[in-house]
C-alpha cells in the first residue's frame, strides 16, 4: 500500500527545515534548492509543496503566527488567578526557550524581509495588529478585574504593553546574556505591577 502523508504535518516539517537554514544562513540562503537539501528531500517533492522561494517563506512566517497563538490560546483556557494567567499568555510571544528563540529569531529574519515583500508584509500587519489588540484587551481585563487602576488610558498602555513586549523579544534574541530569559520574565511583571500600583 502507498504511505499515507499527512499534508499538514509534511508542510510544517518542510517550513522546519526553512527555520533551520534561515538561522544558519539568513533568509538569502533559504532557496528552494537549500530547503530541499535541508529536509532530506529532492527539489522536485519539495516543489510539490511549496511551488517557489516566496511560498516558502509566507508559510514559514505563518507557522511561526499559529504557533504562537495556539500556546497562548491553551494558557489562557487553562485556568487560575487572572493576573498570573496573563503573565504565562504574553510570556508566549517571547523567546524564553529554545523553540520560541527559533521562532523569534526566523520572525525577525523574515520581518526584515517583508521591507519589500508585500505578502510576507501583510502576514507581519496582521500579527501586529493581532498582538497590539491583545495587549489593549489585557489591559482592559485588568482595570475590570481591579488589578489595574482605573484611571488608566486603556488605548495608550495598550499601546505600551505591545512596545514592551516587543521590545523585550528583540533584546532577547539580540542581546541574549544581557537579557536572559528570567529578567525579561521579571522586566514584563514590574510593568504589569505598575499598572495597578498608584503612581
Known sequence: MPRIVDADQRRRELAEAVWRVIRRDGVPGASV?????????????LRHWFATQDELLHFAMTLVMERARARAEAVAASGGPLVPRLLRVLEETLPLDDERRAETEVWLALTARALVDPRLAELRDRSAAELHGFCTQ?????VAEGAARAELDVGLEGERLYAVLDGLAVHAVTRPSALPPDRAREVL?????????TP
Do not use: C, Y
Open 138 to 142: 489585557v489591559v482592559q481585563v485588568l
Open 189 to 197: 511583571a514590574a510593568h504589569l505591577a505598575a499598572l495597578r500600583d
Open 33 to 45: 534548492r537549500t530547503v530541499a537539501r535541508e529536509a532530506g528531500t529532492s527539489m522536485g517533492a
